[in-house]
């Protein structure tokens, strides 16, 4: 899936600030998914002005390994993906439905990507995913194992199993939400391997409907070691490590384009109005 010709490897790395092992090792897999998840901003710049964004590798690199950009989950993912496959490790694309605040798993089409890999020696493949614009996305990625807990900066997950009428079995990738001190379903797949041209349908899609959340507001997530920074439409909040909230309301475009620049490390193109 994933063709790393046109990949710039060392400067992904460099950028994510990754000067590890480059092995195909479950450790580079956990080092490498933590730094960028921790490095690129989560942003939907793009689709506010209708386009939407390339996954062509040459376009990830300049955008957001060159640039000062961020970008959504197909950006990310395939991004990671191509890192990946150039490390050696195996790499599959899945699809999954955002269930997070939603009524039902069917009130949602498939229009997440994450990654499914294998790695040599391990017997249990890992889910990873640097591209979930939310609180409860993972930071390190976890061995698709039923049941069992990780905890790790601040954040819990585990797997389950929902109930559905497909052949396949549906997992649901759930974080431990700390105010509620309940389990919270952020998305649920399967393991049906989705090609580069099936997410390039996804991306247009969801980039372009007048009915997509991306299509109508700014929405950015930014992670760090110490706070975690999200924009949702003029509101901007800010949790810190122990668990902190404060939020406020931004009063203007000039302000909101101050707030993403140097808050999100994002420079903003002239043709994007932030808050319309």
Same mark, same amino acid.
């Given at each position: 899936?994933?063709?790393t010709?046109?990949?710039?490897l060392?400067?992904?790395?460099?950028?994510?600030?990754?000067? &590890? %092992?480059?092995? *195909?090792? $479950?450790?580079?897999?956990h080092g @490498?998914h933590? =730094?960028?998840?921790?490095?690129l901003?989560?942003e939907?710049?793009?689709?506010?002005t209708g386009?939407a964004?390339?996954?062509a590798p040459?376009d990830?690199v300049a955008?957001l390994?060159?640039?000062r950009?961020g970008?959504?989950?197909?950006?990310?993912?395939?991004l990671?993906?191509l890192a990946?496959?150039?490390?050696?490790?195996?790499?599959?694309?899945l699809?999954?439905?955002?269930?997070?605040?939603a009524?039902?798993?069917e009130s949602r089409p498939?229009?997440?990507m994450?990654l499914r890999?294998s790695?040599p020696?391990e017997p249990?493949p890992?889910?990873?995913?640097?591209?979930f &614009? %939310?609180?409860? *996305?993972? $930071?390190?990625p976890l061995?698709? @194992?039923l049941? =069992?807990?990780h905890?790790?900066a601040?954040?819990?997950?585990?797997?389950?199993r929902l109930p559905?009428d497909g052949?396949?079995d549906l997992?649901?990738?759930?974080?431990y939400?700390f105010?509620t001190?309940?389990?919270v379903s952020?998305?649920?797949f399967?393991?049906e391997?989705?090609a580069?041209?099936?997410f390039e349908?996804?991306?247009?899609?969801?980039a372009t409907?007048?009915?997509?959340p991306f299509?109508r507001?700014?929405?950015?997530q930014r992670?760090?070691?110490?706070?975690?920074?999200?924009?949702?439409g003029?509101?901007?909040?800010?949790i810190?490590?122990?668990?902190?909230?404060?939020a406020?309301?931004?009063d203007d475009?000039?302000e909101?384009?101050r707030v993403?620049?140097e808050?999100?490390g994002?420079v903003?193109?002239?043709?994007v109005?932030?808050?319309g």
């Amino acid at each position: 899936m994933y063709e790393t010709e046109r990949f710039d490897l060392d400067a992904y790395l460099e950028r994510i600030g990754w000067d &590890g %092992a480059r092995h *195909a090792d $479950l450790a580079t897999l956990h080092g @490498v998914h933590r =730094a960028h998840a921790l490095s690129l901003p989560f942003e939907n710049l793009e689709p506010l002005t209708g386009s939407a964004p390339s996954l062509a590798p040459e376009d990830l690199v300049a955008k957001l390994v060159r640039g000062r950009r961020g970008g959504y989950c197909y950006e990310h993912n395939t991004l990671l993906g191509l890192a990946l496959t150039g490390l050696g490790l195996t790499v599959t694309g899945l699809a999954g439905r955002v269930v997070l605040g939603a009524p039902s798993v069917e009130s949602r089409p498939r229009t997440h990507m994450m990654l499914r890999v294998s790695v040599p020696g391990e017997p249990t493949p890992y889910l990873a995913d640097v591209g979930f &614009g %939310a609180t409860g *996305a993972l $930071l390190e990625p976890l061995p698709l @194992v039923l049941g =069992a807990e990780h905890e790790g900066a601040g954040r819990r997950h585990r797997f389950a199993r929902l109930p559905h009428d497909g052949p396949l079995d549906l997992w649901a990738l759930q974080a431990y939400d700390f105010t509620t001190q309940d389990w919270v379903s952020q998305y649920a797949f399967t393991e049906e391997p989705f090609a580069a041209s099936d997410f390039e349908v996804f991306n247009w899609h969801v980039a372009t409907n007048p009915r997509s959340p991306f299509t109508r507001r700014p929405y950015l997530q930014r992670t760090t070691g110490e706070r975690h920074l999200a924009l949702d439409g003029a509101v901007f909040t800010e949790i810190l490590a122990d668990g902190t909230v404060t939020a406020h309301t931004l009063d203007d475009e000039t302000e909101a384009r101050r707030v993403v620049e140097e808050e999100f490390g994002i420079v903003v193109p002239e043709e994007v109005r932030l808050l319309g």
